[in-house]
């Protein structure tokens, strides 16, 4: 897949996500007012916070699709590791006012008699967000977009929350008023538990984390399958947005001469390009293979 074919994916499962929000937002803040249903309302408040999460992303993506320059030469990815941290925010703000509210709701006994519109909103948005967390992580695995795993992760969270709030509207719908805000409080600690997670895997790219090890051992595999490299010695690896970024050092031949170690070097960048579609660049150190090294470092 090709860069701009990348970026173009990404940019079609956001907008989909993003007019499908638009409308269960109307829909849900529409059901919870006129059903009568604190949760459901609280549910479509949820989705209009979703917004400043998926415009971030879309922004992001545009930022992130930018080529190198002069003063980003390592390109502009790690705009959507910024978007996924924006997101983790919204999903933890989120989470903390839905149990800010449900506690409130249980201490005051402000329990509601919801209408059957309102737990058919809820029934329809689980269904429908679970279909866009799918589709969403699908997609952000097979690109390895930072950015839309974190929106596929914030599409699950709504999935889950609106599970509670079936439950609740429900139980309220058959007379059991405290069962929709104890559904609602539940849901939270999933939630707080989601932008936990994204937060954190955010926030390992902005602080040049290191890649997983089986791509690593995948990545010297690869590169010690080529002739006449006798050992790949160092090889480290960081996410910038979609792509990653290695550095590895190639243990040859010290005869060699500077033109046939840098063919070798050029051919193992190509094979990884080809063998892995998510690294974007390959910076190749030569060291003689019967030598000792010191690996001169500040870090």
Known sequence: MQRNERFDSADRIVRIGFWVNA???VFKMAAGHWG????VFADGIESGCDFVAIFSTMVALKLGRKPFDEQHPYGHGRAE???????????????????????HTIIDRRFQSPRMIAVVAAF??????????R????????????????IAKDHRKDAITSISTLIGVAGAFFGFGIMDPLAAGLTAFFILHIGYQTFRDA?????DGSAPPDFIEKVTRLAESVERVEHVHDIRGRRTGQYMVIDLKLDMDPNMTVKESHDIATKVKKLIFEGFPN?????????????AHEDLIRL
Not at 124 to 133: A, D, F, G, P, Q
Not at 137 to 147: F, I, R, V, Y
């Open 23 to 25: 409308v269960l937002m």
């Open 135 to 150: 589709f969403t992580q699908k997609t952000g695995a097979e690109l390895a977009s930072p950015s839309l795993l974190a």
């Open 279 to 291: 690294v974007g660049d390959v910076m190749i150190h030569i060291n003689p293979h019967d030598e």
């Open 124 to 133: 329809l948005t689980i269904i429908i967000k679970e279909w866009l967390y």
């Open 203 to 207: 926030a390992h790219d902005l602080m």
């Open 81 to 103: 590791s910024l978007a996924a941290l924006l997101v983790s925010l919204v999903i933890l703000a989120t989470g903390g006012w839905i149990l800010s509210s449900s506690i």
């Open 36 to 39: 009568h249903s604190e949760a």
